[in-house]
């Protein structure tokens, strides 16, 4: 099979595309590098030779869409995204450009290509936004109420597909992702907590916790959605899933057992919260689990254990 993983030098998206080479499919990349590093990829460009490519394009370039057309690819990864809730309610219009878009975009080029299917990453905090807390972990049949201009601009992402599944016969599977962390996420970016607080632990400063540390989320680790890309390429036709573990974890409780394992003062030091954050977040994998067959496999002190070793090993 050739697949196109856009976001593919990402830290989920170059985690699908080792496990794609490794399944013996040719992947083509697209990611303007921006936020991924072509670094992620550099053993899988060593090992995998001319069955791994990468285009460095923006996906509000229209080279974007020749450039899947002509890959003819059987299936689209698309995991490229302005991923920061806080950017994009500080610039609505550039998310949107990013996100639906880029998206269509996407799913122009599939439509040219013949693709069979193409399968989104959507992001299931923000498109549910702050549900009612006697609902979690939420379920797909969960109202969509996002509540900033990130969470919108997935949700219409989500609505793309339908509209080019109904006029083009375009398939697609869409997964709503918790909050994924694990090896080769960016600590110095904004979407990690976990990527955060583990790279200022192992340099000795200080992390922060924004707001009342009391704000859980449903922490997933890397290898687990990944699965799910990998099993929604042959399942769940026209369904959206949620890719998480069902539990709620306190991001003072996640502090605690990071600094535990990593080493740390037992409090963090604290600030505002900031605008447009969730309260509580967890995702119901039930779906998930009938349909795709998936399942999290790895939890959390375990994946947190893992991403320590892999930022200490690799200097991050």
Not at 35 to 61: I, P, Y
Not at 180 to 197: K, L, M, N
Request: contains cysteine.
């Amino acid at each position: 099979m050739r697949a196109v993983v856009t976001g593919g030098a990402g830290f989920i998206g170059s985690t699908l595309v080792d496990r794609l080479l490794a399944d013996g499919h040719d992947v083509v990349v697209l990611d303007d590098l921006s936020t991924g590093s072509e670094a992620n990829l550099a053993d899988a460009r060593s090992s995998a030779g001319d069955r791994l490519r990468l285009e460095v394009v923006d996906l509000s370039e229209d080279r974007s869409i020749e450039l899947i057309a002509g890959a003819g690819a059987e299936v689209v990864y698309h995991l490229a995204a302005q991923v920061d809730v806080r950017a994009s309610v500080d610039d609505p219009l550039g998310d949107a450009e990013a996100n639906v878009l880029g998206t269509i975009r996407v799913l122009e080029g599939a439509r040219r290509a013949g693709t069979r299917k193409v399968v989104l990453a959507s992001s299931g905090g923000t498109l549910y936004g702050d549900a009612d807390p006697s609902l979690l972990p939420l379920d797909e049949s969960t109202a969509h109420r996002p509540e900033s201009p990130y969470g919108a601009s997935k949700l219409a992402a989500g609505a793309y597909l339908r509209v080019y599944e109904s006029l083009y016969g375009v398939r697609w599977t869409e997964l709503a992702l918790a909050n994924v962390y694990g090896p080769r996420q960016d600590a110095d970016g904004e979407a990690g907590v976990v990527a955060i607080f583990t790279g200022r632990l192992l340099a000795g400063e200080p992390c922060t916790v924004y707001g009342s540390g009391a704000q859980t989320r449903d922490f997933v680790y890397v290898d687990d959605v990944v699965d799910a890309f990998v099993a929604a390429a042959q399942r769940g036709d026209g369904l959206l899933f949620n890719i998480g573990t069902g539990v709620e974890t306190s991001v003072d409780g996640l502090y605690r057992s990071m600094a535990a394992l990593g080493g740390g003062p037992d409090e963090a030091l604290r600030a505002p919260a900031r605008t447009g954050e969730l309260e509580r977040s967890a995702l119901d994998p039930s779906l998930a689990s009938a349909e795709l067959d998936w399942r999290p496999r790895v939890g959390l002190d375990e994946g947190i254990r893992r991403t320590i070793d892999w930022f200490r090993a690799s200097g991050t």
